[in-house]
């Protein structure tokens, strides 16, 4: 029964968005193992990156035309 609340329990925070700095943290971290011929930056902070996802939702045009 564990298994299957923490199962349904990811579902609910990957639909919702709430673990996406966790996503943000494992891509990052996969993406700089395998190419390391370029000069990048460190992962962002948590505040900075839920500004930086939130600019993106709400700037710009949000309309279909």
């Known amino acids: ?3 299957k609340l923490k ?3 990811r579902f609910i925070r990957c639909l919702s968005g709430d ?3 966790e996503r943000y943290l494992k891509n990052h971290a ?3 193992k ?3 011929d370029h000069n990048c ?3 962002l902070s ?3 990156f839920f500004k930086q996802w939130q600019d993106e939702k709400w ?3 949000k309309r279909c035309c």
């Open 34 to 36: 395998t190419n390391t």
């Open 30 to 32: 996969r993406y700089h």
């Open 7 to 9: 199962a349904f329990w």
């Open 19 to 21: 673990d996406a700095y």
């Open 46 to 48: 948590k505040a900075d």
């Open 59 to 61: 700037n710009g045009i």
């Open 1 to 3: 029964m564990s298994t």
């Open 41 to 43: 930056h460190g992962p």
